[in-house]
């Protein structure tokens, strides 16, 4: 079993940034591939951004491109995302999640563990 804790969500203006952080316990953290997500009220959950086990590579949500970095510190056990020039449709409430798998997939169904989620609030 792993558990995710995020944290680093908060209300940050437009224009703004803000980092994310997920914290996992448990098993061995580069074991996983890792991914954000995140659910706006009255919309399904979406994809932000993935890196891949094994050095595979990251990949973005076309939204988030050029403004997002999902980073990972496997020492640590800890997944980042920087959030940069933060627009108020960026906010939602921000997953983190792992899976075992080593090709590009946004399916949350491939993800098997996660998180409680973190509130992003970005204001005009």
């Known amino acids: 079993q792993v558990q995710l804790v995020e944290s680093g969500g908060g209300l940050v203006q437009a224009g703004g940034s803000l980092r994310l952080s997920c914290a996992a316990s448990?098993?061995?953290?580069?074991?996983?591939?890792v991914g954000w997500f995140r659910q706006a009220p009255g919309k399904e959950r979406e994809f932000v951004a993935a890196d891949i086990r094994s050095g595979g590579g990251t990949f973005y949500a076309d939204s988030v491109k050029g403004r997002f970095t999902i980073s990972r510190d496997n020492a640590k056990n800890t997944v980042y995302l920087q959030m940069s020039s933060l627009k108020p449709e960026d906010t939602a409430t921000y997953y983190c999640?792992?899976?075992?798998?080593?090709?590009?997939?946004?399916?949350?169904?491939?993800?098997?563990?996660w998180g409680q989620g973190t509130q992003v609030t970005v204001s005009s």
């Open positions: 448990g098993r061995t953290f580069s074991m996983y591939t």
């Open positions: 999640a792992i899976g075992r798998f080593d090709e590009a997939s946004s399916s949350p169904s491939r993800f098997i563990y």
